[in-house]
Every structure is written in C-alpha cells, then in structure tokens.
C-alpha cells in the first residue's frame, strides 16, 4: 500500500467508508466499486477500502469479529500471530506482572493487541512505516499500547522502562520461507542475545526449528490450532515458569492442552536433548497418530506412556496399543487389517471391499497417496482408510477406520 493511499484509508472520511462497506463478496465487489465511484468518492481511497474489506474477510478465521475493526496488507495478515494464540503469549507476561513489554518486530500489532487486551502495557516496534502507521491503527482503542516506527534490535530497552520482552523475527524472504535461524530477520542469535539485558524473553520461531538451535535455559514450546501447527515458541526468565524444556500445547474450540516430559525423564530439562524414542510394537487393536505439535516437540514417547501404547516402527511417529484410550494429544483409529505393502493385493483387497473413496494416511514411505489412488482405480460404493508406514522395515498397509 502507497503512502498517499494508507493516509487516505486512515482518515475519518475512509475509515467512515471502510464502516459502511457491505460484507465483502467476489461476485459484488465490481458493482460496489462502480457505486462508490458513481457517487464520487475518490478512486485510489475505493480500491484501499475493497482491499481492506477482502482482508478483513480472511481475517476473521485469525482475528474473529476484532478483524472487522482492523486494517491490514496481505503480508501482514499472513505472517500475523492468530488471536488465540497471542492471548497464549500475553497470559504469559500478564501472570509474570511485567509492567512493559517491548513488541520488537510487531508487525500489524496483533500480539500487542492480546497484551492490551489482557490490560499488560506494551511498547510496539516495527521497522516498516507503512507496517507501523497500520499497527497504531489497530491499537488506538488501547491509551497503554505505544507504537514506534524505526528498528527493533535499537531501542534503548533500559532508557524506555522495558523490563520484558517478545520479538517476531521476520521469517520470510522474497516471498518464500526462510528455515535457517540464522537468516531470520533479525537473526535469532540477536534476538536471544537480548536477554542479556531484560531476562523476561519471548520469542516465535518457525515450527521447523532444530533443538540443536534452542539455548539451554530456553522453555520451547510448539503450539497447534485444531490440528494444524502454527507456531513455535522460546520462552525465559520469568515469563518460562515451567522451566527449560520442550512442551506442546493443543488448542482446540477454546480449550488449551499443554503435554510435557515426564519431571523424573532423563534429559527431560533439556531443551536441545533428542527426542526420547519408545519401544516398538507389533500392531495392536488401536492405532494413535500424535498431534504435530506433539511430534515437533519430540513427546511422542511420552503420549505413548500416557496411552500404554508403543511405536509401530523406529523413528516414524504412529503409536499402537490393545485398548483405546481417549486423548487429546493424537487421533484414535480402529486397526482392522495390516500386511506388506503391494499395489495388485492392495487393489484386490479394497475392490473385494466394495471400496471407493479411499482416505490415505502416510509416514515412512515415499509412495505418493494421489497417484496410487490412480493406480488402484476404484469405482466401489464404500469409504476406507489405509494408512502406508513401515512394520518390521517392511512397507505395509493398515486398513484402520477412526475409533
């Protein structure tokens, strides 16, 4: 967004457009934009406020009925932190009785809206101007949220009443995704070197990142939403009360499930330690497939142990067991059947079945589920699932259906 448009969407008449825009539609977005222009409105301040209108639109699924208050750029909104995971972080200062947080990287200001929303103080800091005018916007309702335009890693934490702090680093670059700490923006090691000077440290990472990357007094924790994961995070000083480790935390229509290491595991509190491996078993009645935080936070051994369940094959993230045991930390499956894997017996198997849509579940295998669902070419009136993974260093199939 140009500046001359930002400032045209910011001023009353365009916010009192944005209020008055009909719920964004494709199919009536050209004939609103040829109303407005009809009635004279200017242009440049029609297209922002269609753009906006669309964005808020997309933005409801992260921000619910606060998008429709809100501004955004495509960017912005993408790499913004979803609401229900923000007032995950802010909870965190808000229990620590931080008295200003410093946002460092805040991108369009979500973070900083569940701190004021949580009634915590908070200094926002955005290197982008265009970037830093729009997180104002969205925090003007707040009088204890600041917004200051100019370079994170510079602002002078001590001069500014700082005593805690959670940093964003831009993990993006030419439009692609950038999985190297080292080539975050700024890098990581910059960041957590912050906390030389304020102790109180949150930092969002990319689920992606390797435990050889996370320092030892670190509490990291990987977050997933409905099942999707969405966000790792290191967490220090007082704002890490569980201490250094690993931990996930499963967020599901309000609820919040948080799993971490048994206190009496070996290396339980380290969080660079390699994932604990569990025994491995022969298939049992009940096949459990972990969340992904779960897995990314390497406690599927530890689900295992809750579930009285063992591993189906070294290293591949399925568990099995005799009984079926309610949990939220991973998805029950009846085992109905399991033999080696090979497409003529398992195209035989499934048309005797009567089956015709097949749900395909993978690990440990590079066989394509869309072009074997090619290949086994079935016209049956039955639904299946089959899940393709290693048993004994074999590919095989397990036909399951979700307990």
Not at 75 to 91: I, K, N, P, W, Y
Not at 122 to 149: F, G, I, M, S, W
Request: glycine share 10%; hydrophobic share 45%; with cysteine.
């Amino acid at each position: 967004m140009d500046p001359a448009s930002l400032t045209k969407l910011l001023s009353p008449a365009g916010q009192e457009l944005l209020g008055q825009l009909p719920p964004y539609s494709e199919r009536s977005v050209l004939h609103v934009s040829e109303q407005l222009r009809a009635r004279g409105v200017d242009a440049d301040l029609v297209a922002a406020a269609l753009t906006q209108s669309r964005l808020r639109a997309r933005a409801r699924a992260k921000f619910g009925e606060r998008a429709d208050a809100m501004v955004f750029t495509p960017d912005g909104l993408e790499q913004a932190t979803r609401h229900v995971v923000a007032l995950q972080h802010a909870r965190r200062y808000a229990d620590a009785g931080c008295r200003l947080v410093a946002d460092l990287g805040c991108g369009l200001g979500g973070d900083a809206l569940a701190l004021s929303e949580l009634g915590v103080p908070v200094l926002a800091v955005e290197a982008d101007a265009t970037t830093a005018a729009l997180a104002a916007a969205n925090l003007r309702p707040y009088p204890t949220a600041t917004v200051r335009p100019g370079d994170a890693l510079a602002l002078d934490l001590a001069a500014a009443g700082v005593d805690a702090v959670f940093a964003d680093p831009a993990r993006r670059a030419g439009g692609r995704r950038v999985f190297d700490p080292a080539a975050y923006s700024p890098p990581l090691d910059a960041v957590l070197a912050l906390r030389a000077r304020v102790a109180a440290l949150g930092v969002k990472v990319a689920p992606g990142v390797p435990y050889a990357a996370l320092p030892a007094d670190a509490h990291a924790r990987w977050v997933s939403v409905d099942g999707d994961v969405v966000e790792a995070g290191l967490w220090f000083g007082a704002v890490a009360p569980e201490g250094p480790g690993r931990s996930a935390v499963l967020l599901t229509g309000g609820r919040a499930d948080v799993l971490a290491e048994r206190e009496d595991a070996a290396g339980a509190h380290a969080p660079d330690a390699p994932a604990r491996t569990g025994e491995v078993r022969a298939p049992g009645g009940v096949l459990y497939e972990p969340d992904g935080a779960v897995i990314r936070a390497g406690l599927v051994a530890r689900v295992g142990e809750l579930l009285g369940a063992g591993l189906l094959s070294e290293g591949i993230a399925y568990l099995t067991g005799d009984r079926l045991v309610a949990t939220p930390f991973a998805t029950a499956y009846r085992v109905l059947d399991h033999f080696p894997f090979a497409l003529k017996p398992l195209r035989a198997y499934l048309r005797a079945r009567d089956v015709g849509a097949l749900t395909i579940k993978k690990r440990g295998t590079a066989v394509e589920p869309e072009q074997l669902r090619r290949q086994l070419a079935l016209k049956g009136s039955r639904p299946a699932t089959i899940v393709l993974t290693r048993l004994g260093g074999r590919h095989s199939v397990l036909v399951v259906e979700p307990a």
